[in-house]
């Protein structure tokens, strides 16, 4: 048995009509829509899944307002469903169908596990031209106006109990842990070979439980800025970005987001093969960003927003009024 990644996210909202204007403007494409819920799709047919946080359906919420109700995670095959019906007897909130199987985990997160209805892509992002390796020749990369995520590719969340969370997702669902916080955070990833984390688990020294954010892979770099400027000048608020993470490669812009926390554009992880050792580090403003452009970048300008001196006026963004 192996999880693919993720499938479906789900949360529970204060406000549906923001949210619904938010998830549009990300790049989803609204698939099916009533009173109480509003459901999107990544490229790949991820759902997103927007309900009103009064709907009784929905799973406890681990955290008060609006937040992350459930991860839905995939496998490939209906019997692959099988062995996690053994496993996950007897955890808390625990059911199987025939369709699904699913609990909470340690910290209080709802987890369902379902066979994937994603569909392949025929999408490639921009080759790089390094020293030593020209891969794009005659040929420009490209500008995006606004980006279309692929998927869903990890959520992170704030814990109160990393170790038994941490046992939790290797023992029962077979992640693998591919890097380090010693004591206070763990990088995991859904299969030995595979991107570098699709769960990120942080212990804050306070013991808060809640999401931290939810990331929405892009083709490349390029998308991540064509992005995060659309999602500037549509007037949503960047918390941080764009900028580059040490520990995975990748490059991240984040946006406040009215379904809850946060929410990333991102690309260009590292990939990670049975063969990687864990390493650790110690956390630190340097760890979590080579280089971060605080506040984010002007949609219109195209420069670092409140930058002290005035915008360009001319037709290069090098042009000073004389």
């Known amino acids: 048995m192996t999880i693919l990644g993720i499938e479906q996210i789900t949360y529970g909202v204060a406000d ?8 549009a403007d990300w790049g989803l494409k609204e698939v099916a829509r009533d009173e109480t819920r509003v459901r999107f799709e990544t490229m790949n047919g991820c759902t997103v899944l927007v309900v009103d946080a009064n709907d009784p359906s929905l799973p406890v919420a681990f955290e008060g307002g609006p937040t992350l109700r ?10 692959e469903l099988d062995p996690l019906r053994t496993k996950l007897a007897g955890q808390r909130g625990y059911y199987s169908t025939d369709a699904a199987v699913g609990c909470y985990d340690p910290a209080g997160m709802a987890i ?8 392949e892509l025929d999408v490639k992002g921009s080759p790089s031209n390094v020293w030593g390796q020209a891969l ?7 500008i995006y106006e606004r980006a279309e995520p692929i998927e869903v590719g ?4 704030f814990t109160n109990c990393l170790a038994e969370q941490e046992a939790f997702y290797h023992a029962l669902l077979g992640f693998e842990t591919s890097d380090r916080y010693p004591n206070r955070g763990a990088f995991m990833r859904c299969a030995p070979h595979g991107g570098h984390h699709d769960l990120f688990l942080l212990a804050l ?3 808060k439980r809640g999401l931290n954010h939810v990331a929405f892979t892009v083709r490349d770099i390029h ?27 990748a490059y991240f812009w984040y946006f406040k987001n009215p379904a809850g926390a946060l929410v990333e554009y991102y ?20 760890v979590f960003a080579e280089w971060a452009v605080d506040g984010g970048l002007d949609g219109n300008t195209r420069r670092q927003k409140n930058a002290q001196a005035p915008a360009p006026q001319g037709k290069f963004m090098t042009e000073r009024k004389q």
């Open 223 to 249: 998308e991540v800025f064509g992005g995060g400027l659309h999602i500037s000048r549509c007037g949503w608020t960047t918390q941080l970005g764009p900028g580059r993470h040490p520990v995975s490669s």
């Open 267 to 286: 690309a260009d992880e590292d990939i990670l093969t049975p063969a990687w050792q864990p390493r650790e580090f110690e956390p630190g403003p340097t």
């Open 136 to 142: 794009r020749v005659d040929q420009p990369s490209p």
């Open 70 to 79: 459930e991860v839905t995670w995939g496998v490939a095959t209906p019997a």
């Open 154 to 157: 990890h959520v992170v969340f």
């Open 112 to 119: 369902r596990v379902e066979v994937t209805r994603k569909r």
């Open 16 to 23: 549906l009509d923001t949210c619904r204007r938010f998830f």
């Open 205 to 207: 020294p306070d013991g």
